[in-house]
């Protein structure tokens, strides 16, 4: 079921009756998921979990299992759905109901009825004409641009809380589900403080109403706090010098693909005071005394490096007194494991580990996550710096355009969908701190990498520029769709997200050309 907007009258029908549940393979979903799954729990609702990585899936599943779905909505339900007239026309109204001509000759009566159409059909063409601009308004916000909204986790949490049944591990995968949406830049900052200051509140609600419960010390018990923390992913799991060698932000800022910004590092290390030997170990290994401002160090150095935003809102959680995770580093572990390809296992697989590794009893699973999530990090940036020092990222007129050959190393990785567009992402944002070319700065790019060498099969990612007033709206998925019909491309356009395609290597060449005149 794709929810939107779930109401509670809406779940009250739901629970009378055995549920399907078919979830999208990403982290935000996952989280939705979680949350639903353990409202389900409390009522004892049987339900069937199916997991499609895209509409091929989501057909065949719904085919399967059609006997089980039921469309849930209410008459006066508000949906910002288009009116059927508003878009489409009968073909009796189109025709052309110009009579015939007077010749002058016609009686008086016959002259009148003639003026009195004339009259008519005037009106009729200046009706046609603000319904013609009314629907190309329409299709323009319907068609031209991807929306992203409110996180589907939160309006699961949203359910819950209406309800009065929220838990804390709700509050904590609709965070999660918020953190995956800002990670992979699909909201804007606004939103993403917006809606930080609502679960702020929620958190403020959950740890008052527990702090007289038994189990608030007990040695499994879970606290969520919100924070300031460093915009760097993954450190407290890993080394601070890997961390910042391998987090977006940092890297592009410091332009570390090049000798000059690895030479800029050790004096950014060098102004903290850091000594390289502490830098390299294990953060949980590093000098208590380092660690107690570390915070405050490397947010002043930072801004005199250019990098004024090292730190962001965010939450943490603590699973008893040992184990401390950042909401960012949840999503990164779980992304990690749905596209986990070390081991040749079935996507199903894939997801259930990654929805396993959301319960804080499958610790062992997120540990694990962690690690797959380290590889994947170094993995985008070599091959970034290998983009930028190789000059790879060229333009086509309206866009950027990057392709990773087959051999490129850990191009097998970037054959998944959440992967590639991590790729895209921070390959944008080193591209445009790299060139000094002021107008590509202000393109979108497209990455295309070998999906299935057999098939001879591409995935393409198209995302919007890298501004700060970007406002994350993406064209690329109609773009897409138009180029591959006046083409005749072989293209399968089976991601929810309708700005990645698969496409035929052969058709690659005139797929681009199609693109580049549409986009001028």
């Known amino acids: 079921m794709f929810l939107s907007d779930f109401r509670k009258e809406f779940y009250e029908v739901i629970v009378t009756q055995r549920v399907l549940l078919l979830v999208a393979s990403d982290v935000d979903a996952l989280c939705a998921c979680k949350i639903l799954q353990a409202l389900f729990q409390c009522d004892h609702v049987q339900y069937t979990l199916v997991p499609v990585s895209g509409w091929q899936e989501l057909e065949t599943s719904f085919l399967e299992h059609k006997d089980q779905i ?113 990670v992979q830049d699909k909201i804007t900052q606004m939103k993403y403080v917006t809606d930080i200051g609502t679960l702020q509140r929620h958190v403020s609600r959950h740890n008052h109403r527990n702090e007289d419960e038994e189990n608030s010390l007990s040695i499994d018990c879970m606290r969520i706090a919100f924070e300031y923390d460093l915009r760097l992913a993954l450190y407290q799991h890993w080394s601070l010098f890997e961390s910042l060698c391998n987090t977006c932000y940092t890297s ?17 290390f060098a102004d903290m005071g850091l000594p390289l030997k502490q830098v390299k170990q294990k953060f949980n290994s ?28 965010t939450f943490s959680i603590h699973f008893g007194f040992k184990n401390k995770f950042l909401a960012s580093d949840i999503v990164y572990a779980t992304a990690s494991l749905m596209e986990n390809i070390e081991k040749d296992e079935p996507g199903t697989d ?46 086509q007129g309206p866009f950027l355009y990057c392709y990773l050959m087959e051999g490129t190393p850990d191009v097998k990785l970037f054959s998944k969908p959440v992967s590639l567009c991590l790729l895209s992402k921070y390959l944008l944002k080193s591209f445009v ?15 295309a990498a070998p999906m299935d060498v057999e098939q001879g099969t591409v995935i393409m990612v198209g995302i919007p520029p890298e501004t700060e007033s970007s406002d994350k709206k993406n064209f690329f998925g109609r773009a897409f769709e138009k180029a591959a019909e006046s083409t005749n491309s072989r293209t399968l356009h089976n991601h929810f997200d309708m700005s990645i395609i698969e496409l035929k290597m052969e058709d690659r060449s005139k797929f681009l050309d199609a693109l580049i005149s549409l986009l001028s």
Not at 372 to 393: D, G, H, P, W
Not at 433 to 447: D, E, F, G
Request: hydrophobic share 35%; aromatic share 8%; proline share 1%.
């Open 350 to 395: 894939n997801f259930i580990k990654a929805l396993d590794s959301l319960s804080r009893s499958n610790l062992d699973k997120l540990h694990q996550g962690l690690e797959l999530a380290k590889k994947q990090l170094r993995a985008i940036q070599q091959t970034v710096a290998s983009c930028i020092c190789t000059n790879l990222v060229i333009s």
């Open 286 to 313: 590093m000098d208590i005394s380092l660690k107690e401002n570390l915070q405050e160090m490397i947010e002043e150095s930072a801004s005199k490096f250019g990098m004024k935003n090292v730190r962001v809102q």
């Open 252 to 268: 592009a800022s410091l332009k570390l693909w090049s000798v000059q910004g690895q030479k800029r590092l050790q004096e950014f």
């Open 70 to 182: 039921k469309l849930l909505i209410k008459q006066d339900d508000d949906l910002e759905i288009p009116a059927y007239d508003d878009i489409f026309r009968d073909e009796e109204e189109d025709e052309d109901d110009s009579g015939n001509e007077s010749d002058g000759s016609e009686p008086s009566g016959k002259r009148k009825r003639f003026e009195e159409d004339i009259m008519e059909r005037t009106m009729k063409r200046r009706q046609r004409r603000e319904w013609e601009a009314r629907r190309r308004e329409i299709l323009f916000d319907y068609e031209q641009y991807e929306y992203h909204g409110t996180s589907s986790a939160m309006v699961m949490f949203d359910l819950a809380w209406i309800m009065s049944k929220d838990l804390n591990d709700m509050l904590w995968w609709a965070i999660v589900g918020l953190t995956d949406q800002w």
């Open 433 to 447: 701190c790299s060139t000094k070319n002021k107008r590509c700065k202000l393109l979108p790019l497209i990455v």
